[in-house]
């Protein structure tokens, strides 16, 4: 058996045509072989020599055709009608093969006769998809080749990502939102000191510790004058009350005197400048004959130069009052003439005529407080004392 016999032999598989040896069978797509002995080939000058010569044009060839049927040379396969580029023999004559450029249909999904495993078809001749283990450029951000969502590639074959409503390593929670005001922000559990302000429970959140600034690390709240904590650049002092006569009142600066603040045990009044004759002298000591009397202050009369304190919303009775009381001590009386209707107002030896309080609305210019009184007694003003003229206020 020859060389050529066994090779013959071992291509012969069961799908596949082999060589018959026949000889031109008319088809126009095939070639006659004919196989002759040597010693009838002739050189062309009529001597049998059993060789062939140079340029002898007489003697017959080997030709192969694909496609008819016959394995023959560099043939792989043939299967003559048979042969297709979808089929197991294509119609080159080889047998097909996962990246030879053709779609072996029902064994091959795809292709494309490269190695390329970022395209659309890759090795084995699979159609790429997500979780095949290789990344399709242009289409996937990742693939790890399988379906855990939470390793950092997801099903989807995008990078895991805060929001996505995955927990991926490094997330203690994600709700699938970019909220930053609810619980989850920023897929970390929220809490004083993230950042992130927390509607409904948190003021603010500047994510530090500092308890000098705008936003205390306590609770996350705004800085307030009273909050115990010296606000830098606005505060001075921050005594954590808001008590206004101590050593730091609600302006959160050290008290002194001019600041409106009555300071206990060091003023006796404090009514915001440092001018005196105005009820309050410039070293906070009241001015006023009635001390306690309020926050205005009014001459009692013309020329009297006595300055007695009252209050914005104080009835004219009440003024009287303490006008008297600035001239003639508390609980004294006195007639007030030019000035309210010449009111009267004193204290009639305690239980006297009408009352211990007597008023009246006209004018009465002797006065009603002997130490012995008695109803329609007329006395001399000068007893329960006289003020001259209107307030000037």
Known sequence: MTRSTVLTSLLCLPLLACPTGEVDDGNPFTTSTTT????????????????????????????????????????????????????????????????????????????????????????????????????????????????????????MCLPGACGDGILQDGEQCDDADADTTDECPACQL????????????????????????????????????????????VETCDDGNLDDDDDCPTSCEPAFCGDGFTQAGTEECDDGNNVSNDGCAADCQGECSNPGGGSLTAENGTNMNITYCYNQGDSLQVRSQKACEAQF???ACCVIQGGYNSQQYGECNLGGGGGSYHWHWDSHPDGHCPPNYVPGDVVSPGWCGLITGSFID
Not at 101 to 113: H, M, N, P, Q
Not at 224 to 232: K, L
């Open 36 to 155: 002759t002995n040597a010693d009838d080939v002739g050189d062309g000058d009529g001597d049998s020599t059993g060789a062939t010569e140079t340029g002898d044009t007489g003697g017959e060839t080997s030709a192969e055709s694909c496609g008819n049927g016959m394995v023959e040379g560099g043939e792989e396969c043939d299967m003559g009608s048979g042969n297709a580029d979808d089929g197991v023999c294509t119609s080159a004559c080889t047998i097909a093969a996962c990246g030879d450029g053709l779609v072996y249909v029902g064994f091959e999904e795809c292709d494309d006769g490269n190695a390329i495993n970022t395209d659309e078809c890759v090795e084995a001749c699979k159609a790429a998809t997500c979780g095949d283990g290789f990344v399709q450029a242009g289409v996937e951000m990742c693939d790890d080749g399988n379906d855990d969502p939470a390793d950092g590639c997801n099903s």
């Open 190 to 233: 929220a809490f004083c000191g993230d950042g992130f302000t927390q509607a409904g429970l948190e003021m603010c959140d500047d994510g530090n510790a500092d308890d000098t600034d705008a936003c205390l690390p306590t609770f996350c709240t705004n800085a307030t004058c009273g909050d115990g904590f010296v606000q830098a650049g």
């Open 329 to 331: 001590g508390i609980g």
